[in-house]
């Protein structure tokens, strides 16, 4: 198999101010989740990779500008990298700044088995509002969901609902999209209405408290695949019920 497919993690969380240390918890935790991973190497202009003597003094200069630089492990076979922008005011939700930080990973058995780890020690690690772990065909969905567009489609695939760009969120506690694993933090748990004992009963057979009270739910057991009937499904049920995802109950 020539093309890997891949895991997405994006995490959003408040804008990095300076003195930061969350680009190394952000890193650190990725490494606790997954054995064997260390995040000690950045890319050169070609591409290749560089060994960071001291990484930690690396990503603190590279945070004073609110975002970090791209980190890998170094493995050209087997690519693991993360990195953390910043965005604007002007292009999220509710004007104010964040720090999104993203992993990208091999979707293989050892990282899926991971996955929900992963996503629960970076997002507590940078102290994030929310955040997703999906596969790359579902990330790609969720760009043709975002809109409204000039050109393309009218309607997003698989019938699944349109959601609302990021400036036009009233709130960066509410998510914009879901994934196949979610982070939702305390805030972004009570602004989206989670957990209700009557109507989340079988979400919350996959879910689980964080230790700073927000919550790691995963939609399905394997990761979420749209060609999967029954995958398409709980995610349709799940933007069903919860219409504030997307900024879809603003008026």
Not at 28 to 45: I, K, V, Y
Not at 98 to 123: F, G, N, S, T, Y
Not at 225 to 232: E, G
Request: hydrophobic share 40%; glycine share 10%; net charge neutral.
């Amino acid at each position: 198999m020539t093309t890997r497919a891949r895991l997405h993690l994006h995490v959003f969380a408040p804008a990095l101010t300076s003195d930061d240390g969350r680009p190394l918890a952000a890193v650190e935790g990725m490494e606790r989740a997954l054995p064997g991973l260390r995040l000690a190497w950045r890319l050169s202009e070609a591409g290749r990779p560089i060994a960071l003597a001291q990484r930690g003094a690396w990503l603190a200069e590279s945070a004073a500008d609110g975002e970090f630089g791209l980190l890998c492990n170094g493995d050209e076979s087997y690519p693991v990298t993360m990195d953390g922008r910043r965005e604007s005011a002007r292009a999220s939700p509710g004007g104010e700044p964040l720090l999104i930080v993203h992993a990208k990973l091999p979707q293989d058995e050892a990282v899926v088995a991971a996955a929900a780890d992963m996503l629960e020690h970076v997002a507590e690690g940078v102290r994030a509002r929310w955040g997703v772990v999906a596969p790359g065909p579902v990330r790609q969905v969720i760009a043709a969901q975002t809109g409204p567009k000039t050109g393309g489609p009218e309607r997003p695939p698989h019938g699944l609902p349109a959601l609302k760009l990021p400036w036009n969120i009233r709130s960066p506690k509410v998510p914009r999209y879901l994934g196949w694993i979610n982070y939702w933090s305390a805030a972004s748990a009570e602004a989206i209405g989670f957990p209700d004992a009557s109507r989340d009963a079988e979400l919350l057979t996959r879910a689980r408290r964080t230790a700073s009270g927000g919550w790691v739910v995963r939609l399905t057991d394997a990761p979420l695949d749209l060609d999967n009937p029954a995958h398409l499904e709980a995610l349709k049920w799940a933007y069903e019920r919860f219409p504030e995802i997307g900024g879809r109950a603003e008026t």
